[in-house]
């Protein structure tokens, strides 16, 4: 689902008193809507959850981005969950 577009619908959740988090790839788009509370991950467009056939790393990843409606304390953050996509190519001369 589009970035935006769901940071429209969180935002008018949010108003209507409903506590929302969303989960970003691309977090410039989230953080130009304004979105209450978002989990960022550093994984392929189209694959916020992690990757096909992982389970346990989806309901990881779901459990990390729900705890954020507790303990995310300013409107628009954007934090960094920990989790990595393994198949990411990496960066040549990264300082890995």
């Known amino acids: 689902m589009c970035h935006q577009s769901v940071g429209l619908v969180q935002n008018a959740l949010e108003a209507a008193g409903i506590a929302t988090v969303s989960v970003s790839v691309r977090p410039e788009i989230t953080a130009y809507v304004g979105v209450p509370r978002a989990a960022y991950l550093r994984f ?4 916020p959850l992690g990757e096909v056939g ?3 790393q989806h309901e990881a990843i779901t459990q990390a981005a ?4 507790e303990t995310a304390k300013e409107p628009g953050t954007i934090v960094e969950l920990p ?3 393994r198949r990411m190519p990496r960066v040549v001369g990264g300082g890995d």
């Open 44 to 47: 392929p467009t189209g694959q």
């Open 54 to 56: 992982q389970p346990h």
């Open 66 to 69: 729900l705890q954020l409606i």
């Open 83 to 85: 989790f990595r996509w």
